[in-house]
């Protein structure tokens, strides 16, 4: 019979003492309760995706704060427009760099046209231009972690291309019939042998839309990732944190308990200080009900004589009334006095614990608090400045690693049809499009202008940066949120009619008037 004696936890799991040497995987007393399952990135993110998506969906809708993060958001990494700025790569296309730059501007001048045109073809549902598409996308990104859309083939609407983009509610994105997930299938995503994504299952309409839907919202449609020759037939685009993780998760997740509580606190500060508001004044008595029934020795009794001067306050005050905002107070009953109340705004350290929430709001959307919050009195010039440094850099990342793919999808879906139908020719000896579609579609993407704390400061900076030879002109030009080339072209052109007026001297290269100076 064996005597081993063996220590297990409170779940009734083998106790294991750990003998390694980092102290956070120690189980000692003041562990033992931090104990979480290690699972796979899909096991942690799938079952509560719903819940998740659903909740950071109501918070964007309702929640100023988290609102106003997202618009800061949007102003920042896509603007008023996104601007291409493409880049074929001649080299691996056999061409050279004049060949390159005039085929660059040629199109680009055709993808203007088409992406920012007042019809709107580019949008299945003709609602929003190019930039608008990306916008659309970058809220489903904000909101669900992921963004979905689903390339159609449109002829016969008018437009000289049949490509155009329908976003989809990434929530569309289920198994079929809710089934469950496996090694295959997760979470409408079919999976191949390389946990690579070969297929998507899109729900035709979410539950909620069966009084508009009717029956789609039983139906599901499968879509390959990408035809044959590599045309997508679905743009899905998220960031993966972990390994073999599926699909995408809102950026939300971290803040969504604390910003549930904070709108509460402040929903309860504010109903609290509008009651205080209504009541500016209230009458208090000397009269005690427990007293009286004591002295009495009934409690009948003591209701009785209660009854009594309540009757008596009643016609009282009915006939000479309390006014607090009137021209004077009058004489109150016998025992009667009364209390101003002071409202109160969410308690003494209302404004300190509203902050410490935002500033954990700030720090998860990437913002700095000033930002989030719109308080810029407790900052000066070098935190300001440090603070913006810091979000743009995170803004270009979100602009290379979200916004760039997406965008690019949508644009080498254009570019291969222009192509393909002769609106842009290519040189005879020039490979074809299928062949070398990275080379014809490398690109880069042009937010808004980067903010300035001290646009004197920051000019003075990058003029320094010009001169030493380590800023080139498109870069310069690019933090401006200016194409260089298009740039240069509308500074011939101004240069050229300031020359022809006679309002720009010889020596002057700065492109506007420099007045003569009156002879002494």
Same mark, same amino acid.
């Given at each position: 019979m064996s005597n081993n004696k063996l220590l297990i936890d409170l779940q009734g799991n083998p106790l294991r003492m750990s003998a390694g040497g980092y102290t956070g995987g120690h189980r000692r007393r003041d562990m033992a309760s931090f104990n979480p399952p290690l699972r796979s990135a899909d096991a942690d993110l799938l079952p509560d995706l719903k819940s998740l998506n659903a909740r950071s969906n109501d918070l964007m809708r309702n929640y100023g704060q988290i609102q106003g993060g997202a618009q800061i958001h949007l102003d920042n990494i896509i603007g008023s427009q996104l601007t291409l700025s493409y880049k074929p790569d001649y080299l691996e296309l056999g061409m050279d760099a004049e060949w390159a730059m005039e085929f660059s501007e040629y199109v680009k001048r055709k993808w203007r046209n088409h992406a920012y045109s007042a019809s709107n073809y580019i949008d299945a549902t003709r609602h929003n231009n190019f930039s608008g598409l990306i916008g659309l996308g970058y809220r489903q990104f904000l909101g669900a972690g992921e963004i979905l859309s689903v390339p159609r083939w449109l002829p016969n609407r008018g437009s000289k291309y049949a490509s155009a983009i329908k976003m989809v509610d990434p929530s569309r994105l289920s198994n079929p019939n809710d089934g469950l997930d496996s090694s295959r299938l997760r979470a409408g995503v079919r999976l191949g042998r390389e946990?690579?994504?070969?297929?998507?299952?899109?729900?035709?309409?979410?539950?909620?839309?069966? %009084?508009?839907?009717?029956?789609?919202? *039983?139906?599901?449609?499968?879509?390959?990732?990408? #035809?044959?020759?590599?045309?997508?037939?679905?743009?899905?685009?998220?960031?993966?944190?972990?390994?073999?993780?599926?699909?995408?998760? #809102?950026?939300? &997740? &971290?803040?969504?308990?604390?910003?549930?509580?904070?709108?509460?606190?402040?929903d309860i500060s504010m109903d609290r200080a509008i009651v205080d508001a209504m009541y500016a004044a209230t009458i208090e008595t000397d009269y005690n009900f427990s007293q009286a029934a004591e002295l009495l020795g009934s409690d009948a009794e003591a209701i009785e004589l209660a009854d009594d001067i309540m009757d008596g306050k009643e016609e009282f005050h009915g006939d000479v009334g309390v006014k607090v905002n009137g021209v004077k107070v009058p004489h109150l009953y016998a025992g009667e006095r009364l209390s101003f109340s002071t409202p109160q705004a969410g308690g003494p350290n209302f404004e300190q614990f509203e902050a410490s929430f935002l500033r954990n709001m700030a720090a998860t959307y990437n913002l700095t608090y000033e930002q989030l919050s719109r308080d810029y009195t407790k900052t000066n010039y070098s935190g300001a400045r440090a603070g913006l440094m810091e979000a743009q850099k995170f803004f270009k990342s979100r602009r290379v690693k979200i916004i760039s793919p997406f965008a690019t999808a949508i644009f080498s879906l254009w570019l291969e049809e222009a192509i393909d139908i002769g609106a842009i020719k290519l040189p005879s000896n020039a490979p074809s499009f299928n062949a070398e579609k990275d080379a014809y579609t490398r690109c880069r993407w042009i937010g808004p202008a980067e903010g300035n704390v001290d646009p004197l400061k920051e000019a003075?900076? %990058?003029?320094?940066?010009?001169?030493?030879?380590?800023? #080139? *002109?498109?870069?310069?030009?690019?933090?401006?949120?200016?194409?260089?080339?298009?740039?240069l072209n509308q500074r011939q052109i101004e240069q050229a009619e300031l020359e022809k007026r006679g309002l720009l001297r010889g020596d002057d290269q700065r492109g506007y008037m420099v007045p003569e100076q009156p002879a002494d």
């Open positions: 946990e690579d994504a070969i297929g998507y299952w899109i729900r035709k309409a979410l539950s909620s839309d069966m %009084m508009l839907n009717g029956s789609d919202v *039983y139906e599901w449609e499968y879509i390959p990732r990408e #035809t044959r020759w590599g045309r997508q037939l679905v743009i899905h685009v998220f960031e993966q944190e972990r390994a073999s993780q599926s699909r995408g998760k #809102t950026g939300l &997740a &971290a803040m969504i308990k604390n910003a549930f509580k904070l709108e509460k606190f402040q003075k900076a %990058m003029e320094l940066k010009a001169d030493m030879g380590t800023q #080139t *002109y498109e870069d310069a030009c690019a933090q401006e949120g200016l194409d260089w080339i298009e740039m």
